[in-house]
């Protein structure tokens, strides 16, 4: 497993928005979280690399255990817990006074690395794996935002890349793009779990049923049904995620 | 059990549709396997050609059938367990059609017994049709009502229809070595026979069928004890 939340509760002041989950995410695998609005999926995966702690009055209990190690260590620093496990967000943000190419490398300039040689290798290598090297190399001093969405998006993606994370968190990386361009992104998440451990939030059930190989239900908080995507999708073991999935819930 | 209607009515009524022509197609066959063994028995050509006219809606009810499915699947991307309904309405009407291609087979048959003097042999298919009538009807109502216990019952029953055809094509052909001029009659009787016995494999797998539907168990190609 590369990661494991054991008994993870979150708080947003007094309310509690994740109630209690223990889930084992495998390695090198696509596991969808699926919900209704509200449930706890995108709070739930930012415990996994403390981005939580950005945002004021949250509170986690609970262990989260990275390849057996303890996330949530006093000795662990959370800037290195978000190198290794990269995310990449609803909305693409690639800095808007950046160049495409200053996107994909400031996480590993923020990290100290000036040599250039090593800056440009890592730069063509992410892009490549992001499916977006062909589209981008001759326009590297572009603007970010000059890309269309989609492209935006994979930017992001090669942004995670670059500073070589073992997991990926990926929350609702589709919700703004039109049918081609969130083709692209489905393709390229199953190339790269072939390296990475991916975890991806999304509303879009046929989504999670091609990409995922494994699925997580959460509902008000908490986990209600974790396992094989096909098992999900044909024959889910509790009645609430037959219900959610088949669209009666309500 | 009540099943929780679905968020979207419109995916209500497109379900709801494939159930009634399905259901609709089941019923048309059992009148003309019914309309068939009757016209045999009775010796009746007007409702053999009742029989074989029903085939040409139950095959226009099949392509219906076919039509409603695939708009489900493209339009609704069902899951679980309305996936499960929906493949096995597709699965169940070819069987259902194959019911009443055997039921015209039956109805030629019998056109042609009722040409010659009655043959007391005939009932021998009654026991037979009953048994085969019985196994369609309960592994419909097992598909609709999701009942699994039902179905599993209706996969057992299948080797007794088994072994009554063998029994019956056993005298039969006793009776063609002792009775020469009928030698026709009785290999038409003996086809009939095995027309209904045909009719027990294919409530079997609508049984099958409805087995998975409603339990997402395959139980083809099982033992009977492990069926059972």
């Given amino acids: 497993m590369a990661v494991q939340a054991k008994n993870v509760s979150m708080w947003y002041g007094a309310k509690r928005a994740v109630d209690n989950v223990t889930m084992d995410i495998p390695a090198k695998a696509v596991t969808a979280i699926i919900g209704p609005s509200g449930c706890g999926k995108s709070t739930f995966i930012r415990a996994l690399n403390r981005m939580h702690e950005l945002v004021p009055h949250t509170r986690v209990e609970g262990t989260v255990l990275l390849n057996g190690e303890n996330l949530y260590s006093s000795d662990v620093d959370p800037a290195i817990v978000r190198r290794r496990v990269g995310m990449v967000f609803q909305k693409s943000n690639p800095f808007p006074t950046m160049s495409i190419g200053e996107n994909v490398i400031v996480g590993l300039r923020l990290n100290g690395v000036r040599d250039r040689k090593f800056l440009n290798e890592h730069l063509e290598k992410s892009l490549r794996m992001a499916a977006l090297w062909d589209e981008v190399k001759d326009d590297l001093h572009k603007s970010g935002t000059s890309l269309s969405g989609g492209q935006q998006q994979r930017l992001c993606i090669a942004r995670a890349l670059a500073v070589e994370p073992e997991v990926i968190l990926m929350d609702e990386p589709c919700s703004a793009l039109d049918p081609i361009a969130t083709a692209k992104i489905e393709e390229l998440i199953q190339d790269l779990k072939k390296h990475y451990t991916i975890v991806i939030v999304t509303h879009n059930m046929q989504q999670a049923g091609r990409v995922s190989d494994f699925t997580a239900f959460l509902y008000m908080g908490r986990l209600i049904e974790f396992g094989a995507t096909t098992k999900i999708f044909t024959n889910p073991g509790q009645k609430q995620t037959e219900d959610y999935i088949t669209g009666r819930f309500g | ?228």
């Fill in chain 2, 1 to 228: 059990m009540v099943i929780p209607k679905h968020i979207l009515g419109t995916f209500d009524e497109a379900l709801g549709a494939l159930r009634n022509d399905l259901l609709m197609m089941a019923g048309l066959a059992e009148r003309s396997l019914d309309r068939a063994i009757n016209g045999l028995l009775q010796r009746d050509d007007d409702l053999c050609a009742n029989a074989i006219a029903d085939d040409e809606e139950i095959d226009q009810l099949e392509k219906q059938i076919d039509k409603d499915g695939f708009e489900i699947l493209v339009r609704y991307q069902p899951v679980a367990s309305d996936l499960r309904r929906v493949i096995s309405a597709m699965k169940l009407s070819p069987n259902i059609e194959r019911v009443a291609d055997q039921a015209t087979n039956i109805a030629k048959r019998a056109r042609k017994l009722n040409r010659h003097p009655p043959l007391p042999e005939v009932q021998l298919i009654v026991p037979i049709q009953a048994h085969a009538l019985s196994m369609f009807k309960d592994s419909i109502d097992a598909f609709v009502r999701e009942d699994v216990e039902l179905a599993r019952a209706v996969v057992s029953r299948d080797q007794q229809l088994d072994d009554m055809n063998r029994s019956a094509n056993r005298q039969l052909t006793e009776r063609m070595v002792q009775d020469r001029d009928q030698l026709r009659g009785y290999l038409n009787l003996i086809l009939i026979s095995r027309c209904l016995e045909r009719v027990g494999d294919h409530a079997t797998n609508i049984a099958e069928d409805a087995v998975y539907a409603a339990a997402a168990e395959d139980i083809r190609h099982q033992t009977l004890t492990a069926v059972v």
